[in-house]
């Protein structure tokens, strides 16, 4: 099943793993981008994502499992890709400035229809 990480400094703090077929929509989960930095080297996420560092393969791996009500899904990807994103979305967002890219005039807007 294809997996595509994505990001955008619109949600600073988050990434996205969409994951599915190419004939149907996919299935997206969002979570922390410093918990996907940390798993690079250790197991983290005691939640519904948990990442995890694998070294037994080579090249080395990175396993995401995904949890729900319903099930648990094993997502595998290549540890120097999933590396490669993160330094391309440190470019676009540096480690700690993510608040200053947070638009939250605009979240006040949305969840109450009028101006913060």
């Known amino acids: 099943m294809p997996a595509e990480l994505h990001y955008g400094s619109t949600d600073p703090y988050a990434v996205r793993l969409s994951l599915g077929p190419s ?60 590396a490669a994103f993160l330094r391309r979305t440190f470019d676009v967002v540096p480690p700690g400035t993510e608040s200053e890219h947070l638009d939250l005039d605009g979240v006040i807007t949305a969840l109450t229809g009028r101006s913060g």
């Open 23 to 82: 004939t149907g929509p996919p299935v997206t989960w969002v979570f922390a981008r410093e918990l996907l930095a940390e798993g690079l080297t250790r197991p983290a996420g005691p939640g519904d994502v948990q990442v995890l560092p694998w070294h037994c393969r080579t090249p080395r791996t990175l396993r995401i499992v995904l949890s729900n009500g319903t099930g648990t899904a094993l997502v595998e990807l290549a540890a120097a890709e999933v």
